[in-house]
Each structure stands twice: as C-alpha cells, then as structure tokens.
C-alpha cells in the first residue's frame, strides 16, 4: 500500500519549522498522557515516538530533530515522565527515528508501509544496542521488543494513516 504524498524539508529560517515542530512535540506531550492512564501505557504503547515518526517523515530532518529532542526533555520537566535515568536512551531513539525516518522518506519519495517498517525497526534494534551500551542490561534495553509490540504496531499503521491525512490537508 503506497501513497504519493508532498515531503517537505523546512529550514531553519522558516517560521514554519517552528510552528510544526511545536504541534507535534504538543501531540507527543499529549498521547503519553493519555497511554499513562493505562498501567504499563508508555512502555507498551511507546506514546513519545508516534509523533516524532510523523513530523520527520513528512517535513524533514529539522522538525523530527527538534520534535525529537524537545518532546522527552519537556515531558519530562512537566510530568516527571520519562524518568531521568532513562531519557539518554528515549533521546538516542528519537534522534535515531528522526534522522532515520527523514532520511527514508527523501530516499522513497513517498509513504511507504516498507519505509515505515524499516525506520521503526532501525530505530528500535540501533537504539536498543545503544540502550544497553548506556544502563549496561540487555534485559532493560530490549524492554520495547518484550513490551513495546503494540506501540511498534500503532507508529508502523498509525504513522502510515496519519502521514496520509496530512497529505490531503
């Protein structure tokens, strides 16, 4: 299932970058607000990546790095949540997801189920050797593979439908 789309990459001296950026790090405060009602909701449902898929697939390197980097640093400022000892790894992922997200879609040229796939899970299998480089425990750092399924599953088809809403708006 492909769909053409219009991939943007904003610079940094357009208003723009700022003003997307800020939409979606307020949809990544938002959705793991909404997955900790539930117990085990942010390990399971990985809230704080969704967003940051979305924003560097669709408007490129700058708005995933900001989304990226922004969106666990005030989640956690705000909420307490993720727990500072793990937010160098939550910051590795995003980072790793922004970059690997914004390169795929410049290298595809369009929404991809297959691009898609292979960003969650270079994110997730990279990330997860550099989680474990950092807290020294494979058993942590593969946590997302033992839990976090059913969020893999929500950026792979979620991050898939939403790309194409923003591609008719």
């Given amino acids: 299932m492909n769909t053409q789309t219009r991939l943007y990459s904003l610079p940094f001296s357009d208003v723009k970058t700022y003003l997307l950026a800020a939409l979606f790090v307020a949809g990544n405060i938002a959705l793991p607000q909404l997955c900790h009602l539930v117990p085990n909701g942010g390990p399971t449902w990985l809230p704080i990546y969704f967003f940051t898929l979305v924003a560097a697939y669709k408007f490129g390197l700058r708005v995933g790095l900001m ?18 000892a793990v937010l160098p790894a939550i910051l590795v992922k995003s980072c790793l997801l922004a970059g690997v997200s ?38 942590l750092a593969a946590q997302d593979f033992r839990m976090g399924v059913p969020g893999m599953l929500l950026q792979w088809i979620g991050g898939y439908y939403a790309l194409k809403f923003l591609n008719r708006i």
């Fill in 67 to 84: 989304t990226a980097v922004l969106s666990p640093v005030l989640n956690h400022a705000l909420f307490g949540m993720p727990a500072l």
């Fill in 102 to 139: 914004a390169w795929l879609a410049r290298r595809v040229g369009r929404v991809s189920f297959g691009a898609l796939l292979v960003a969650i899970l270079a994110y997730q299998v990279v990330g997860t050797l550099c989680e474990w480089a950092l807290c020294g425990s494979f058993t």
